[in-house]
């Protein structure tokens, strides 16, 4: 996912961490970037700088990050204060606040009916971003081609993607990798 990503195949696993206690496990896998989900402005420049570290990058949700404001002072937070490498949002103002900042953006796009599905084949042409992540996982497998013949580019799956069979069924579908937080998962290769 990020530039100095290592792994077996193409297909990336994104260890994405809610609780604290699994950062270490997130850390000591062969993936090289990890997504914290579980953290507030209390303890993100602190886990973080634990990734960095370790040789990781950090992603984050910023409409999961407990405490942040939701304004440019507060994306330019996440970039200077706690460094993080990208971040995933589902706003379209928002992604276009976080554009400039040198982290790569994310676009969240949650598959809940046809309306949001048309909807966001609407708008991903008005918002700069360098991945989209499509969830659940059930749809996402559904509307890859359909988004893929809007915007050419990274996509990830993630929203109970917590089997193997799962992980597979991605890779094969043509996603860049999946973002999961079941520790089971963090560590599976596959083939190129």
């Known amino acids: 996912m990020m530039e100095n990503e290592k792994n077996t195949s193409n297909f990336k696993i994104i260890p994405s961490v809610k609780e604290v206690k699994y950062l270490k496990k997130a850390i000591q896998s062969d993936n090289l970037c990890i997504q914290l989900t579980g953290v507030h402005i209390g303890n ?3 886990l ?3 990734c ?3 040789g990781k990058t950090v992603i984050v949700n910023h409409e999961l990050v ?3 404001g939701k304004d440019r002072i507060a994306f330019q937070m996440l970039k200077k204060l706690y460094h993080v490498d990208g971040i995933i949002g589902s706003s379209i103002t928002k ?3 976080m554009k400039g900042l040198n982290v790569k953006v994310i676009y969240r796009i949650t598959l809940m009916d046809s ?12 918002v700069k971003f360098d991945a989209i992540e499509l969830r ?3 749809h996402a497998i559904e509307f890859l081609p359909t988004f893929k013949k809007v915007w050419d580019g990274e996509y990830y799956v993630a929203g109970f993607v917590n089997t193997e069979e799962k992980l597979k069924k991605c890779k094969e579908a043509g996603f860049s990798g999946a973002m999961t937080s ?3 998962l963090w560590n599976k290769k596959f083939e190129k």
């Open 95 to 97: 992604l276009h606040m």
């Open 52 to 54: 960095h570290q370790a």
């Open 136 to 138: 659940p996982y059930y």
């Open 66 to 68: 407990d405490g942040l």
């Open 115 to 126: 309306i949001s599905v048309d909807n966001a084949l609407k708008t991903i042409n008005e």
């Open 48 to 50: 973080s700088h634990i």
């Open 182 to 184: 079941t520790v089971e």
């Open 44 to 46: 993100l420049q602190q």
